[in-house]
């Protein structure tokens, strides 16, 4: 598994363009948060849902494989057993990454990504990694810019 910061940093630099597998169009959904987010910060986040038309302002495709253009990364918020199929789809479509999510552990599905030349991740937040390592992470999801324990007055 990815999981060193070099790593992740390039991962998040390339990869621009993010298929989000269980996107959800709800609000209070943490797929939801994240792909705002990922669209608040310059990526193309292309929601992968068979249940919606589109979300966030973007038009939302059944598979993988219905994409018409390249995708970069595919980030995964389904549950553990499904996620195999989903890798091979991610190999079929040329993506360069498979993201699985925080409580996500394909270890079949991530040895499959990584025979095929993807980078792998595994049981991470791509939201909060982004925040962690491009300086955007802070107690109210606000960068200050400030290295102390103590509260500004």
């Not at 169009?25 to 792909?35: E, I, L």
Request: glycine letters at 6%.
């Amino acid at each position: 598994m990815t999981d060193d910061i070099v790593s992740l940093r390039r991962i998040l630099r390339q990869c621009r363009t993010i298929a989000i597998v269980g996107l959800s169009a709800d609000w209070h959904r943490p797929s939801n948060f994240v792909g705002k987010y990922l669209q608040q910060h310059g990526y193309r986040i292309v929601p992968v849902n068979p249940r919606y038309d589109s979300i966030l302002g973007e038009r939302c495709f059944a598979k993988l494989e219905d994409i018409p253009h390249p995708v970069d990364m595919v980030d995964v918020f389904r549950k553990t057993a499904d996620v195999l199929p989903i890798a091979r789809s991610a190999v079929a479509i040329g993506a360069k990454c498979l993201w699985q999510q925080i409580g996500v552990l394909n270890d079949e599905a991530d040895a499959l990504a990584r025979a095929a030349g993807l980078d792998a991740v595994m049981d991470r937040c791509v939201k909060i990694e982004h925040a962690r390592l491009f300086g955007g992470l802070h107690w109210a999801g606000v960068n200050t810019r400030v290295v102390s324990a103590r509260r500004p007055v």
